[in-house]
């Protein structure tokens, strides 16, 4: 295992000094008054409880560790050494400029190297690093990292396409535009045939 993968988990998986969920339900009722609502009216009253639920949900991929999710692995797979490719795995996301939800799709392929791992793994590693404090470039490579330094395949390849509601409900107010980003690894990034028939799969 490389630093770089560690050190991401270790550094984002921190949890000491962690204020309790009545501090955080504290705060939101600060927000609702700074807003210029009164955190005590009936409809108000059960919102900042809703909100930290709510948090739980965006940002539980700090409670997994996404280099145990890729460690059980086949090995049976008869010399398959062709591309795997999970085409279209949906994400939300939150931006960590301005906690925004980023909405987007991944791409995500790899070509092993004697061992492969279950599909629905590499759907939950996207999941894992979305729900997380997020920009698009450190997630797209978050993933790629990840799978090569625990798979060792022959190359990776992911590619990310995400709308910022940041930039689409506030500031520039752009409507319709998304990012993409990709990393390419290995036979991905060595070999043109390679990333030519993986970037065919997106269209
Ligand atoms: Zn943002």
Redesign the pocket.
Known sequence: MSQSVRQLSAVDGDRAGRPSRAEVEAAYRTVIRWIGEDPNRDGLKETPARVVRALDEFFSGYRQDPVDILQKTFEEIEGYDEMIVLRGVRFESH?E??M?PIMGQAWVAYVPNGRVVGISKLARIVDVYAKRMQIQEKLTAQIANTIDEVLKPQGVGVIVKAS?H??TTRGIHKHGTDLVTSRMLGCFRDNPITRQEFLKMIE
């Open positions: 931006c400029h301005h925004a910022h940041c930039m």
